[in-house]
């Protein structure tokens, strides 16, 4: 059946580490996002792809990096430049942009 | 500059009576809203959309009004279920400029409580 998924559930990051978080969609969407959600907050935007090869930046796209090498796939790496990525990291899909946005199930990292 | 904004925090109702959650927002630009509901550590599930050009939109126990004029726009479940207990978000998008992003705006989210 279709639908997002991504993995893992749960990461822990060393200071200093990168760490890559994984989202894939079988839903053949063509616009695929990645959120954050911090406590008591609403969800903002990370990056943004409306298409394969091409990716935009969100509102709080610092010490983040994207890729779109295909359809299915929007891997969002969580580089060592960002200095609070505490936070639960939530991927979505759309059949296109200003289509309705379908979400994952989310990845909780933590710092250790 | 929060475009979107879900002034209470926290609603408690009870079982069988009607939740009316709020959402105001500041840019004229939004065309398209939306809500989700989500629990605790799973992505939001989406529930009821309403375009611009439309002041309801029903579907099944929850509709969506929308003031334009006043900028805001509410969902309303009936009758309220001890399931439905989760948190709201509001979200909004539109065509800014000439860059149709697709973007969603979220408001900061409602916990419901319905109590049986």
């Known amino acids: 059946d279709g639908g997002i998924t991504q993995s893992p559930k749960y990461l822990f990051r060393k200071e200093g580490q990168n760490v890559t978080l994984s989202c894939e969609q079988n839903l053949n969407h063509d616009a695929m996002y990645w959120y954050r959600q911090d406590p008591g907050q609403g969800l903002r935007l990370i990056y943004y792809?409306?298409?394969?090869?091409?990716?935009q930046k969100g509102d709080i796209a610092e010490g983040y990096s994207v890729s779109r090498e295909k359809k299915e796939s929007f891997p969002l790496t969580v580089t060592s430049a960002q200095k609070n990525p505490t936070a639960f990291y939530l991927c979505?899909?759309?059949?296109?942009?200003?289509?309705?946005?379908?979400f994952g199930p989310g990845t909780r990292l933590l710092v250790l | 500059d929060q475009q979107v904004k879900q002034n209470s925090p926290s609603l408690s109702v009870q079982e069988g009576r009607i939740s009316i959650l709020n959402c105001d927002y500041t840019?004229?630009?939004?065309?398209?809203f939306l809500w989700y509901k989500k629990y605790p550590a799973e992505g939001p599930t989406f529930l009821i959309s309403?375009?611009?050009?439309?002041d309801k939109n029903e579907d099944g126990r929850f509709t969506v009004f929308l003031n334009k004029s006043a900028k805001h726009l509410s969902l309303h479940i009936v009758p309220s279920q001890p399931g439905d207990s989760a948190v709201y978000f509001c979200a909004a998008s539109g065509e800014f400029g000439s860059s149709n992003t697709g973007k969603l705006i979220f408001g900061q989210g409602t916990t419901l409580q319905v109590k049986p």
């Open positions: 840019n004229s630009m939004f065309d398209y």
């Open positions: 309403i375009s611009s050009i439309k």
């Open positions: 792809s409306q298409i394969v090869n091409d990716f």
């Open positions: 979505a899909s759309s059949v296109g942009a200003q289509e309705t946005q379908y």
